[in-house]
């Protein structure tokens, strides 16, 4: 098993509608690590369709093996992306012309009572994630083998590519970096998880003890748990900067802990099937 710290940069505003109240649109401060896996991956074994017909047209398939995109195919390759940790990030209020429908009132024309000013009555808030937010992930895979060509060993250790991401496909630059294997170990029993998980990705091994939940869809995220069973304890010794291979590593964290058994949909039976 490999593990690699990626890095993400956000080039252009990132904007989900994970809160709607009224006409003020939230982006949670976490990136769900489904959006990640599509957008890492759709080049490679997530397909990505340039078609809008048929029964499954738009309608998001994340579990399900008769949809074209779905992310049971990087369970088959022993791929796992975990939710990215907001390391840095600030937000920007973007105003916006919202769509003449009847929860949003009645349409008017400029002059109409009610249209005294010179904008329109029906408009929104978008709240976005701002450029310059950075923030920090892991990728799990069985071999260094099936990941995609820019992620595998290069003699400089620095591996970037460019995603796309959110509802206004935003330009976002990871950077990868493999962690040696002499920092990684695998054991069993409770453990402290710093790092925001999927609860639907965790195997039925695995217990959720104690976690702070993150409301976002398509599954709320959880962060801060506690949890019971194997995991990965991935840590940095004091030394390893002075190692050939090891000070390119320094904004590894000191130690994390992560699941072990991870998968898309590991929970359900839909992923057994």
Partial sequence: MVFYLCNLTLHDNVFFATREMGTLYETEKYLHNWALSFALFEATYIPKPYRLQ????????????????????????GIYVFPALPLQWSYQVNTFKAAQVTYYGKSKQFGDKGADRNYPINYGRAKELAVGSIYRTYVMAKDVAALPSWMQEQEDNHRQTWIRLGKWAA?????????????IRQTSGEYTCDHPLNPIDLPNSTRLLLYNRIVMPPVSLVSQARLSGTYWDISKPD????????????DLPNRVCLPGGVAYGASTAVAVS
Avoid: C, F, M
């Fill in 171 to 183: 330009k976002i630059r990871v950077s990868a970096k493999l962690i040696p294997e002499s920092g």
């Fill in 239 to 250: 030394d390893w900067s002075a190692l050939p291979d090891g000070s390119y590593l320094n």
């Fill in 54 to 77: 048929g029964a499954l047209a738009q309608r998001p398939g994340y579990l399900e093996a008769e949809n074209e995109q779905n992310l049971l195919t990087l369970n088959e390759v």
